[in-house]
Structures are given as structure tokens and as C-alpha cells.
């Protein structure tokens, strides 16, 4: 990585769920780089976490790890306590944050459904209602949803369901936020190349996979965080309530 020049997000406060690893690190990564103070969250892999504070730090840009269950609402609370004490302020939330759990629908148990949905679902939108609660004027929220959700692929259904009601609130909620300024979408990415998509997979899945879309090669976590930039901007001010599939023309 470079060393810290281009500044769109200069005096900004950046707290990102589920940043020790893949997308999320790399959004923790670019947005500290744009000059935003970041808040790395973490559910358990404070190691990791703490590499992405300091290679933040190395770059003269400024970060704090926190670590906090989002399943948990009380968990949700003091993350953003910590946040606003550390800061002062929250501008952008990413809820980057989300497990992925593929069985058939006879395999799939209370246990596995109530996970899932505990992260995906409910960490997600109430993370949304402590940014209504504490975010500034003309601040930004940008949900995770995917590509699957388009499509009918076996073992998904319980994962793609979340996402759909990640974008249905994503919708829903645009025009509760929009008094204050503040813009909410969601990203849908495609097959990207991380931990979370390929594990568990075959090389010949992955490949399969890789080439259902228009430019045949997964996506890299550079190829969403560019859009994620884009979202937590300035120049993203007239967007919101919408779900942008950054998919490679994924079908």
C-alpha cells in the first residue's frame, strides 16, 4: 500500500464491521487512506485486527480495533459507544460484517438458521439504528448484501435470505434517514476471492464460478472497495436506498 495522499475523507470517522479480514480489511485499508479515521471491528481475530490498526498507523493514518459480537445488540451499543468516545463523531458505517452458512434446506437447523440470521440480519440493521441515534449530518451507511440473491443456486436459500432483507431495509429505511442528509445502500458483490468464498469449495467450483460472469475471474476485494469509496463520499450524494450489484456481470 502506499503511503497516505489522496484525502476525500479527510475529518471523517469510519467504524467497519467484520475489518480484521478480506473485503472488510481492505475497506478499513482505503477508507484510512482517504484520510478517514477507522474503527476496526472484530468479532474474534484481535491479532488480525491489531495488523490492520498498525499497518494503518504506519501509513500515518489513524485507527482503533475494537472487538464486539454484532449478533448481540447490547454488543452493537458498545461499539458505538467506544467509537464516539474514541472520536467523537461516526460519518460512515460499513456493515461489512456476515457469515455465510450453504446446506440443502433438509440439512439446515434451528441452530444454523438463528446464526446467520443473528449476524447478517439483525447486526446489521441495528448497527442502522445506532447510526440513526449518533450519526452526523450527511453521513453515510453502506450495507452488504450479494449477487446470490439474484440467482437459484441450491444451499444458498437461508444465506440469500438475509440478504434480501438486508436490501429490503436498505430500501425502506432511505427516506427515515434522508431528513438528516444521510445516504444508505447496499453492495452486492459476485464471487469475490476471500476466505469466506472459498472456503469448503474445490478449485473446479471456484473456476466454475469464476466464469459465470462477463469478464470470467472472481472479483478481487479491490474491485468492491472501489464502489465502497465512491458510496462514502461526497460524490455519492444523491444515491441512496439502492443496491448496486458489483458482480463482473455475474448471471
Do not use: H
Not at 461499539?79 to 452458512?101: E, S
Amino acid at each position: 500500500m502506499t503511503a497516505f495522499q489522496e484525502k476525500k475523507l479527510t475529518g471523517k470517522v469510519a467504524l467497519v464491521t467484520g475489518a480484521s479480514r478480506g473485503i472488510g480489511r481492505t475497506i478499513a485499508q482505503e477508507l484510512a487512506r482517504n484520510g478517514a479515521q477507522v474503527v476496526i471491528n472484530y468479532a474474534q481475530n484481535g491479532e488480525q485486527a491489531a495488523q490492520v490498526v498498525a499497518g494503518i498507523k504506519a501509513q500515518g493514518g489513524d485507527a482503533l480495533a475494537v472487538q464486539a459480537d454484532i449478533s448481540q445488540v447490547a454488543e452493537v451499543e458498545r461499539l458505538f459507544k467506544k467509537t464516539l468516545d474514541a472520536y467523537g463523531r461516526i460519518d460512515i458505517l460499513v456493515n461489512n460484517a456476515g457469515i455465510m452458512i450453504t446446506k440443502a434446506i433438509t440439512d439446515i437447523t434451528e441452530s444454523d438458521f438463528d446464526k446467520i440470521f443473528a449476524v447478517n440480519v439483525k447486526g446489521t440493521y441495528f448497527a442502522c439504528q445506532q447510526a440513526a441515534r449518533f450519526m452526523a449530518a450527511k453521513g453515510r451507511i453502506i450495507n452488504f448484501s450479494t449477487s446470490v440473491a439474484g440467482q437459484m443456486f441450491p444451499m444458498y436459500s437461508v444465506y440469500a435470505g438475509t440478504k434480501g432483507a438486508v436490501e429490503q431495509f436498505t430500501r425502506q429505511l432511505a427516506k427515515e434517514f434522508g431528513p438528516k442528509g444521510i445516504t444508505i445502500n447496499a453492495v452486492a458483490p459476485g464471487p469475490v476471492n476471500t476466505e469466506l468464498f472459498t472456503v469448503g469449495k474445490t478449485k473446479e467450483q471456484i473456476e466454475a464460478l469464476s466464469k459465470m460472469n462477463a469478464l470470467g475471474r472472481l472479483g478481487e476485494t479491490t474491485d468492491i472497495v472501489k464502489v465502497i469509496l465512491f458510496l462514502a463520499s461526497e460524490d455519492s450524494q444523491w444515491l441512496t436506498g439502492q443496491t448496486i450489484r458489483v458482480n463482473g456481470g455475474f448471471i
